[in-house]
């Protein structure tokens, strides 16, 4: 977004950032930073090995 306030070239900020064209648009519409549109995951992707023994790994 710096590089796009610097001389106003979509395809320019692009380039010198490695992306696409169309994504440094998405980003310059949304006004936001990649890393500020990543959201923390809440979903598990497989079971909790220590969920039956976790008071004890705790109390120890």
């Not at 010198?16 to 930073?33: E, F, H």
Request: contains cysteine; proline residues 5%.
């Amino acid at each position: 977004m710096e590089e796009m306030s610097k001389h106003g070239q979509i395809g320019r900020a692009a380039l010198r950032a490695d992306m696409d064209r169309k994504t440094a648009r998405k980003y310059v519409q949304l006004g936001k930073l990649p890393s500020e549109l990543k959201e923390p995951r809440t979903w598990r992707t497989r079971e909790n090995p220590f969920e039956a023994d976790w008071d004890w790994v705790v109390g120890c």
